[in-house]
């Protein structure tokens, strides 16, 4: 595609259910990022994907956190059993690689509220 | 990791170049200087980025102080549309899976 899709655009919830996020990715693109953004505050840094792997998941909030990504594209974003303070936009980046060469690009966000 | 300095806010004039600064005294040779920024109520988005030299594109220029501890990113005339948080980050060239972090940036306000 010609840039990164991110779906649902919004998202209203009750507290306690699931939630399945999705990434589209730049086609190519090897590195995959997920960032949550809390209203008013900065972007806080979840987890990252080298192809399908994710190397380190220390930046997941809670267990309750989960990310996949297959076939080295789609990326979702589970959370499971969703709590109020869950609720942010969730906003995923794709570049072609690691390299300090490359720049990254970001998607429009998934807005979530868990009501 | 190499840290990035940026004053918390700036203001600036509609129309008037805006310089905003990043400290990265610990940067490595094989860096890369990166800046994003992000507009309100969207994604960051990608502006500029070099390693050594001055970089000019149609949204900007930075500049890199000749020792690599700092640099500037320039906006040449300030719009309303600029108003923003931009982000100094720094790349490993070589990154080895290191993922792309961004700190508190600095708030641009254009005034009319």
């Known amino acids: 595609g010609a840039g990164v899709s991110q779906s649902p655009s919004n998202k209203v919830t009750e507290k306690g259910k699931d939630v399945e996020l999705r990434c589209d990715p730049i086609s190519g693109h090897t590195a995959l990022y997920w960032y949550r953004q809390s209203l008013g505050q900065g972007l806080e840094f979840l987890i990252y994907f080298q192809g399908n792997s994710a190397p380190d998941k220390s930046g997941l909030p809670s267990d309750r956190f989960s990310a996949e990504r297959t076939g080295g594209s789609v990326s979702t974003l589970t959370i499971q059993r969703t709590q109020q303070e869950d609720s942010a936009v969730y906003l995923c980046?794709?570049?072609?690689?690691?390299?300090?060469?490359?720049?990254?690009?970001f998607g429009q966000g998934t807005r979530l509220t868990v009501v | 990791d190499a840290k990035t300095t940026q004053p918390n806010s700036m203001e600036s004039n509609e129309e008037e170049p805006v310089h905003l600064p990043c400290n990265h005294s610990?940067?490595?040779?094989?860096?890369?200087i990166h800046w994003y920024r992000q507009l309100p109520s969207q994604g960051p988005e990608y502006v500029i980025h070099g390693l050594t030299s001055n970089v000019n594109n149609r949204m900007a220029s930075l500049a890199i102080a000749e020792d690599r501890k700092s640099s500037t990113l320039i906006l040449h005339r300030a719009t309303l549309r600029d108003a923003a948080v931009y982000y100094c980050i720094l790349r490993p060239r070589f990154s080895g899976n290191t993922p792309l972090v961004f700190g508190k940036g600095t708030r641009l306000s254009v005034i009319a």
């Open positions: 980046a794709s570049s072609l690689d690691f390299s300090g060469n490359t720049e990254a690009f």
């Open positions: 610990t940067i490595s040779g094989t860096d890369y």
